[in-house]
T-cell receptor, first 113, second 113 residues
Framework: LAKTTQPISMDSYEGQEVNITCSHN???????ITWYQQFPSQGPRFIIQ???TKVTNEVASLFIPADRKSSTLSLPRVSLSDTAVYYC??????????????FGAGTRLAVHP | ETGVTQTPRHLVMGMTNKKSLKCEQH?????MYWYKQSAKKPLELMFV???????ENNSVPSRFSPECPNSSHLFLHLHTLQPEDSALYLC????????????FGSGTQLSVL
């Protein structure tokens, strides 16, 4: 089972800021939080990764509160081309000392004109 | 371009056929993965290889047979598949096993008739 929970779907309009929240109550001390974007019939694409506080790149921002039990992906001024499924990934540390990379259901974002 | 190349992009096969999917990464990564994604479902982790040694097999039926001749190449050999095996098969790589920053190929869209 995935360690993360996200809303199944979200709707937005062009030009708006979109915030997608992911819950990961059982995150381990060494876990990073990684977000991916996936278009139909393509592989997921890495967007952003963080450990704590705030991370920003040219595509998005990632906000992580002090307890790290959730994270929020922020997409500024979305366009139609941002319509995709967004996955939050937190590795599941298993015996052997490595992370098992299980994806959750993701959030299907639809951007409307 | 993610540095991970999958061929073929599309494949149609009968239930009695034998075919192979190929994945190649040019990133110098040590870990490679096979994921399966059925229509509108989350990604399912199938196999994990680290330094060309198989480290995970998530209860995948034996009609799927992976092969990793070196750290840059990964194959998935298919034989006597079922229609329910129709899906998008995704290859990914990461610097090390369990590293949450995965680089995915574009996938092979498989249809089993």
């Amino acid at each position: 089972l995935a360690k993360t929970t996200q809303p199944i779907s979200m709707d937005s309009y062009e030009g708006q800021e979109v915030n997608i929240t992911c819950s990961h109550n059982n995150i381990a001390t060494n876990d990073y939080i990684t977000w991916y974007q996936q278009f139909p019939s393509q592989g997921p694409r890495f967007i952003i990764q963080g450990y704590k506080t705030k991370v920003t790149n040219e595509v998005a921002s990632l906000f992580i509160p002090a307890d790290r039990k959730s994270s929020t992906l922020s997409l500024p001024r979305v366009s139609l081309s941002d319509t995709a499924v967004y996955y939050c990934l937190v590795g599941d540390l298993v015996s052997g000392g490595y992370n098992k990379l299980i994806f959750g259901a993701g959030t299907r974002l639809a951007v409307h004109p | 371009e993610t540095g991970v190349t999958q061929t073929p992009r599309h494949l149609v096969m009968g239930m009695t056929n034998k075919k192979s999917l190929k994945c190649e990464q040019h990133l110098g990564h040590n870990a490679m993965y096979w994921y399966k994604q059925s229509a509108k479902k989350p990604l399912e982790l199938m196999f994990v290889y680290n330094f060309k040694e198989q480290t995970e097999n998530n209860s995948v039926p034996s009609r799927f047979s992976p092969e990793c001749p070196n750290s840059s190449h990964l194959f998935l050999h298919l034989h006597t598949l079922q229609p329910e095996d129709s899906a998008l098969y995704l290859c990914a790589s990461s610097p090390d096993r369990g590293d949450e920053k995965l680089f995915f190929g574009s996938g092979t869209q498989l249809s089993v008739l």
